[in-house]
């Protein structure tokens, strides 16, 4: 029999009554485990993670939780092997792509430990400085208004989604935690046994509160239900899964905090005035290989859209084809191999759907049924090669609108010509909102005025040129000291970006008191 993972709920481990669902190695076609969270006491659950998990690390400071954070993080670091063998067997993917999910993991647990250590031993923060109400006969202020951040008084529910087990529990997490807010995580359930297992090794070690960190393995039903006011609740996945948490009576009526992340089509730019044997353009080419395959396109920030002057096309068409033409995709057991497996045969089918419906507008550059699988069977391995598409002219860019409105999830791109620098920014507006845009080029003042232009409607814009060849963080690369989300269809929310990530998990509040209350505030008493 198949081992079930348990749940933590209420500070015990407890099995789901049902049969559970398997989880398949999406190369071998292999049962793992199951997941299954049927029967759970979910209110009592969540009752216990405010009560107990909330109380006690509300009764630490910041500096302390940041020592949390940073045991957590040596944990973490001794049994990695661990979570690349599990990435490997239930992800299907290499060993520098499950790195992205496990050592970035740890990184931002790293960077946000260090924050907290610099926030000291206060129990509140500040928000900037007292405004002045009312002044003396000599004109000083005697009544002022203070904003302060205190740590919600509920707990954070996070739905994630497959793609990043690891890094998407602990990217929210850690600003959780350190606020002081207890953590109830639902993992996706087709990669739920990485996050259960990094869970599992936390609790049992004893480095958080009891109630601190719970998980759910399995269906996310009543899971919004329990969900009381001053809960916060952070949803990673689809736009149509997303517009179910903003409608349900715990936002709607309860006005529980919502933070969505959702589809995101974003974009690559190589502004005009590079030609094809520029470095400008040889970095374009590079990055967009790259992120195309980097977990074999399973990532929410990956590029899908390559806008370049319509005179390049034919060259960047080529010089993209001829990077993906080496990418060897199969078994990640495989030494040889660059490209692991999609996560399962549903998201097979999805990638092989969309292409589909990005081919009736596009053509295809590079097709990746040329890549004959190393080690692995293609009737039972959910793997493909990497697909680059394209609008062979810029009035195609134009009238295509599947390109501009359909996320393939998976190693697929689009390259779009456009005709002027007006025209390219015109059609990477078109994604309605996405997470990134990277645009390359050599001017530095033309590429300072693209990203005030493209800002609005991004959550980050990424900026390559030469000076930065060797240095730049990557397209996809989420980086704990900058935001991440975007605005209109990729959700509207944010996360991370240093310490404003703590301000999803505080309250604000203006504390309107006499000079002399307000100081004690600013410098509290031991």
Known sequence: MTEKLDNLMGGRWVAGTGAGTPLFDPVLGTELVRVDATGLDLRAGFAYAREQGGAALRAMSYRERAGLLAAVVKLLQSRRDDYYAIALANSGTVKTD??????????TLSTYAKLGESLGDRAFLLDGEPARL????????????????????????????????????????????????????????ATAWLTQRMVRDVVEAGVLPPGALSVVCGSAVGLLDALEPFDVVSFTGSAQTAALVRSHPAVTQRSVRVNIEADSVNSALLLPGADATSEAFDLLASEVAREMTQKSGQKCTAIRRVFVPESLYEAAAQAIAARLARVTVGNPRNEAVRMGA????????SVHDGLAHLRAQAEVLHDGATHALVDAD?????????????????????????????????????????????????????????????????DAGALALAALELAPFHGRVHI???????????HGNVMPQSLHGGPGRAGGGEELGGARALNFYHRRTAVQAGTAALALLAHPAP
């Open 98 to 107: 499950s790195a992205v999910d496990i050592d970035g993991a740890i990184y």
């Open 134 to 189: 009312a002044s003396g006969p000599t004109r000083e202020p005697v009544f002022q208004s203070q904003h302060v951040l205190v740590p919600t008084r509920g707990l954070a529910l996070f739905i994630n989604a497959f793609n990043f087990p690891g890094w998407g529990l602990w990217e929210k997490a850690a600003p959780a935690l350190l606020s002081g807010v207890p953590v109830v995580v639902k993992p996706a359930t």
């Open 342 to 349: 999609l996560v399962n045969r549903a998201q097979l089918a």
């Open 378 to 442: 293609p009737q039972v391995a959910c793997c493909i090669g990497p697909t680059l598409l394209g609008t062979r002219s810029a009035a195609g860019s134009d009238t295509g609108d599947r390109v501009h409105d359909t996320e393939v999830f998976g190693p697929v791109a689009t390259l779009l010509p456009y005709r002027d620098r007006d025209h390219a920014v015109q059609l990477v507006r078109r994604g309605h909102g996405s997470l990134v845009v990277s645009v390359f080029g050599s």
């Open 464 to 474: 390559v040129s030469p000076d930065v060849a060797a240095h730049h963080t990557g």
